[in-house]
């Protein structure tokens, strides 16, 4: 069973252009979850996505930020005019319902130079 | 509002030796779980354990083992024996236990500890 995947696993842009990083879940696992790691912030949730629907997206940012999570294909994190403070790794994680662990994938660095 | 707090930033151990890292938490639920995660240099984040609000039985795997003491709102992990493979930041974390639907289970983590196994 593979694991979670996520691509790319590096991405560089430029201020103002988008970002798309992508997360495909592990086998049977529908619950999907977006994290940062921001070098001086630690790992802080941003959005919880069951397929088709945003269940929790508290810590997201008001601006710029969106996420989907479709019927078919992977769940996308989506940054609009990427700025510096965008610069962090991203990472998805995913679990078969609740009441279970979430398991992580390895994670975008995204540079924004 | 829930918390998690790591004290220890960095430690620094020579092999062989045995190493606690200490993970308070703070919470209003009554039904919760915890977490601890491994995250090595090559920057995965690898889970390792999960613990219910209502199971206090410390666990042992291996030459790991937790130690979760709710009257303390804390869930210590240590390593014995440690292994240079053992370096890596270790993240202790936290989340509501929701059952029906529309429930977010979304993880509060701590700002991780350092683990440093020298030679």
């Known amino acids: 069973n593979a694991g979670v995947m996520q691509n790319p696993r590096h991405l560089v842009r430029r201020r103002g252009q988008e970002a798309r990083l992508r997360c495909s879940p592990m086998?049977?696992?529908?619950?999907v979850y977006w994290y940062r790691q921001l070098p001086e912030e630690g790992l802080k949730f941003m959005v919880y996505l069951q397929k088709e629907n945003i269940i929790d997206e508290s810590g997201m940012p008001k601006e710029r930020f969106s996420a989907e999570f479709p019927k078919e294909g992977p769940s996308i994190l989506r940054i609009q005019q990427v700025v510096r403070g965008d610069s962090a790794a991203y990472f998805c994680?995913?679990?078969?319902?609740?009441?279970?662990?979430?398991?992580f994938g390895p994670g975008t660095r995204l540079t924004v130079t | 509002a829930q918390k998690v707090t790591q004290a220890q930033t960095e430690i620094s151990v020579v092999e062989k030796e045995d190493v606690t890292l200490d993970c308070v938490y703070e919470t209003r639920d009554t039904t919760y779980y915890l977490f601890w995660y491994k995250q090595p240099p090559s920057g995965e984040l690898v889970f390792l354990i999960r613990?219910?609000?209502?199971?206090?039985q410390n666990e042992i795997s291996g030459r790991y083992s937790w130690n979760f003491q709710k009257s303390t709102s804390s869930f210590n992990f240590t390593i014995t024996a440690s292994q240079v493979v053992d370096s890596a930041v270790y993240f202790c974390?936290?989340?509501?236990?929701?059952?029906?639907?529309?429930?977010?289970?979304?993880?509060?983590f701590g700002k991780g500890t350092k683990l440093t196994v020298n030679p």
């Open positions: 974390a936290l989340s509501e236990a929701r059952r029906t639907q529309g429930g977010s289970e979304k993880l509060v």
């Open positions: 994680a995913s679990s078969p319902r609740l009441g279970y662990e979430q398991y």
């Open positions: 086998k049977g696992h529908s619950h």
């Open positions: 613990r219910n609000s209502f199971d206090e």
